[in-house]
């Protein structure tokens, strides 16, 4: 099945397959059924080579795609468009992608880490409609409507650093820097919705960001000064 | 590189719960319901659930938002814990609750993660989430209750051939407002009382709540008995952020002059259900709201414990917890 043939079913956002109105109305990806294969049989097929399949179906160009596309309906890609950083981007995108991964591994935008992949860190951490999230814990997909926001967004109209990213500089935020764009995700969130928070709300909205380095303090102080304007 | 991303799946994205119960009944234990993720993504990355096909309910906007109704409030089953923090309705009248959902994880996962996910999620015990298989998981043995099982998170009540906790900070605070569960599958809706949403092993060991495959939990509604009541919430957790509460309790008394006409209360965190304590409840009825009568209920509550190897200092927090719940601070 070629890729056309294979999302040639589906009006892209609305999800609606043509070929089958009715039945298939909510399936985003059930066209791709390979016909050939009873659902069983493929069940079992992916249960016993889905760590392959998933594995090089995330490496972008990895001989392993076409394969993976090929065995499983669920490793299909759709061609989707994301609002990031104020633009359109159209890219491919698997039913079981997490916006980390399209982010960093689809659209370059690697300044949004990737580090327990559990929702317990927060090095991933990226605004959706101006609302801190865990990108790994985010399918693409529900973000289809929605604007997103990572570290790279926040860049004036002239390249110059935010504020909140300018008052990490002063404050010597970041030692070794792998938790610093979720942290100023984070902050950028929290300062958007409370200009002038307490010291009590700043910990609060930050809890959900682990420093391994332990550059809390830092990270406080300099929230404090963007607050105060710099 | 990253190693463990999820096995694939077909996904769904309907925006009616007409659509979605279609899908349930076409699916049936092949389908995973989907809300915040916080649960589910886990499950998924770790393979060791792997749905054929996932239905996201996010895009169900009848789902969403708090209304006010005749008797108390309604909330929609996807609402974020977020939201239920900050909602003024839930503030002023049900703090406990809101009090409950603002101690949930971490901000970013209150910001996705929904009231629905919160009480369907499923248990802690490390042994069945890393896939072993143990009785909850179709096998026929408990690795928590070996003599060097680290159990020291696991129930001191009620255990049953498994020892997992209910892991949910709003369990309790639902079961204590006496809130009705609004369940809807292919067939049609009941309603259920909170208490009686949570099942332990001896109902069915493989699921924390009365819901089956084809069962979608669309809201919760909290009558008007305990609205403006004296509320206490309070977890004890190894970190403040991120973790799952060793116990928490939930309270809501209604004192007049003094005396305790009323109280409903219940733990979370010490068995395989929110632990409802209707001892407590019997036992506080007509006393004077002191030290006096905390320290008596504290006892109450926890008679009839039985802790593991290493969680016999769950028997004193949960004492602790529940006299300061009924003293009120
Ligand atoms: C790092 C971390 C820390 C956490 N800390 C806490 C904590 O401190 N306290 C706490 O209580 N929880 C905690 N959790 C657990 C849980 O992820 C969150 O409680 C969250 O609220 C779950 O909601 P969700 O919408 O993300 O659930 P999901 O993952 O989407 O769903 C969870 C389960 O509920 C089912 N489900 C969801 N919605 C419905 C519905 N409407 N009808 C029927 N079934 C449904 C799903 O099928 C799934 O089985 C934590 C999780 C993580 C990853
Ligand atoms: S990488 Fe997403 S929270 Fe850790
Ligand atoms: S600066 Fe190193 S992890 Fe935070």
Redesign the interface.
């Known amino acids: 099945m070629s890729k056309n043939k294979i999302n040639g079913g589906c009006k892209s956002g609305g999800g609606k397959n043509r070929e089958r109105p009715g039945e298939e109305d909510l399936s985003l990806f059930s066209s791709a059924r390979n016909k050939f294969i009873s659902r069983r049989d493929f069940i079992k097929g992916v249960i016993s080579s889905g760590a392959t399949i998933a594995a090089l179906g995330y490496m972008p160009g990895s001989p392993g795609l076409s394969r993976a596309r090929a065995a499983s309906p669920g490793a299909v890609e759709r061609l989707i468009s994301l609002k990031v950083n104020g633009r359109t981007r159209r890219v491919d995108v698997l039913p079981q992608e997490t916006l980390a991964m399209t982010l960093r591994y689809k659209l370059g935008l690697t300044g949004t880490k990737l580090s327990c992949d559990r929702g317990e860190c927060g090095a991933c951490t990226v605004l959706i409609d101006d609302v801190a999230h865990y990108s790994c814990t985010t399918l693409t997909h529900s973000v289809r409507n929605r604007s997103i926001t990572t570290i790279e967004g926040l860049e004036g109209p002239s390249g110059e650093l935010h504020p909140v990213q300018k008052a990490f500089v002063e404050e010597l935020g970041p030692q070794c820097g792998y938790c610093t764009p979720g942290q100023i995700m984070s902050a950028v969130a929290l300062l958007k919705e409370n200009p002038h928070p307490t010291r009590e709300e700043i910990l609060l909205s930050m809890s959900g960001n682990l420093c391994r380095c332990g550059s809390y303090d830092h990270y406080f102080r300099a929230i404090t000064r963007a607050a105060q304007g710099g | ?14 925006s009616r719960v007409d ?1 979605a119960l ?2 349930l009944n076409r699916y049936d234990k ?1 389908a995973w319901k ?1 809300a ?3 649960d589910s ?2 499950w ?2 770790d ?1 060791i659930k ?1 749905p ?1 096909a ?1 239905i ?1 309910l ?2 169900i906007a009848e789902l969403k938002g708090v209304r006010e109704t005749a008797d108390g409030i309604e909330i929609g089953a996807l609402t974020t814990l ?1 939201e239920i923090a900050r909602n003024p309705l839930v503030r002023q009248k049900y703090g406990l609750l809101a009090d409950a959902a603002r101690k949930v ?5 209150r ?2 993660g929904t009231l629905g996910g919160n009480v369907a999620q499923d248990t802690r015990c490390w042994y069945y989430r890393d896939g072993l298989p143990c009785h909850r998981a179709g096998g026929n043995t408990c690795y928590a209750s070996r003599p060097t099982s680290m159990n020291r998170e696991h129930a001191i009540f009620g255990a049953n051939r498994c020892m997992a906790v209910n892991a949910s900070d709003t369990a309790p605070a639902l079961v204590a407002l006496e809130a009705k569960m609004v369940i809807r599958n292919p067939q049609g809706e009941r309603v259920v009382e909170a208490k009686d949403f949570f099942i332990g092993p001896s109902v069915d060991i493989t699921r924390m709540t009365i819901l089956t495959p084809k069962d979608l939990l669309s809201a919760i509604r909290i009558p008007s008995k305990f609205a403006n009541a004296q509320f206490y919430f309070e977890k004890v957790s190894d970190r ?3 973790d799952f509460a060793l116990v928490n309790v939930a309270s809501a008394t209604i004192v007049k002059g003094g005396v305790i006409e009323q109280s409903s209360i219940a733990c979370g965190g010490v068995e395989s259900v929110p632990r409802h304590l209707k001892v407590v409840e019997d036992v506080a009825r007509g006393e004077r709201q002191n030290d006096a009568t905390a320290k008596l209920v504290g006892q109450a509550a926890v008679r009839g414990a039985a802790p593991l190897n290493y969680n016999q200092f769950k028997i004193v927090l949960m004492q602790n917890l529940v006299a300061r719940a009924i003293r009120g601070a």
């Open positions: 590189m990253i190693t463990d991303m999820m096995t694939p799946f077909e996904l769904y994205q309907p659509d279609a899908l092949d989907l915040g993720g916080n993504f886990d998924f990355k393979r792997r054929r996932v996201d996010n895009g977020a994880g971490s901000p970013q996962i910001n996705s403040e952020a991120f």
